[in-house]
């Protein structure tokens, strides 16, 4: 898990570099506050994940971004199991690993999450333009969208708006596992290829 957070921790400190923007000013793209941001590019303080999608979706970037690094190019076709970075929080009971990191071609990013017993997560409004498709490969769960729990079973999807508030949640005494697909704006301002050398 370090090195994801070290990861994070240079992730920010280069968008903040190639926006030209503060701490303060980062604080109110994102509303996540100055102390918290600090805290992360000192590794002092390890985000949430609705911590992390605010980050995201303030510098307009793909939140795969923060756990794997940004590729152009279909450079790596096969992801398997155990090989690629996974973020999780035991406070949260969710686990996040990115299947398909974000592709510049297509826009988008696939993620395998695991919903444990019990738990539901509110992520914040993504931005303006962002699509997620979720279904649902193992296990029962609820998506929130517009403002109601929507049911879904295995083999079950879910497409919607995700620049509003929404949720999911684990309705079963198992684990509950889905694939979401985020497909980001043609237009949108997607930072590429970061170059973390630079902060190292």
């Not at 333009?129 to 879910?158: C, F, R, S, T, Y």
Request: overall charge neutral.
């Amino acid at each position: 898990m370090k090195a994801i957070y070290k990861h994070i921790s240079l992730t920010l400190k280069e968008l903040r570099r190639q926006k030209g923007w503060s701490l303060d000013k980062a604080a109110e793209k994102t509303g996540v506050s100055k102390a918290m941001l600090g805290q992360i590019e000192r590794e002092e303080s390890s985000p949430t994940i609705a911590t992390l999608w605010k980050i995201a979706s303030g510098f307009d970037t793909s939140f795969s971004s923060f756990i794997e690094e940004i590729s152009s190019e279909f450079n790596k076709p096969v992801y398997r199991s155990g090989q690629t970075q996974q973020l999780h929080s035991s406070d949260e009971k969710i686990r996040v690993m990115p299947l398909f990191p974000f592709d510049e071609q297509l826009k988008c990013e696939i993620f395998v999450i695991e919903l444990l017993p019990t738990c539901e997560h509110l992520s914040p409004p993504h931005q303006t333009g962002v699509i997620e498709h979720v279904i649902v490969a193992e296990g029962k769960m609820e998506v929130l969208v517009n403002g109601i729990w929507q049911p879904l079973n295995k083999g079950e999807g879910l497409r919607f708006d995700a620049n509003q508030p929404h949720g999911y949640r684990n309705i079963s005494a198992e684990i509950a596992t889905f694939h979401d697909v985020i497909h980001y704006p043609k237009a949108g301002k997607i930072l590429r290829n970061l170059n973390l050398e630079k902060t190292r």
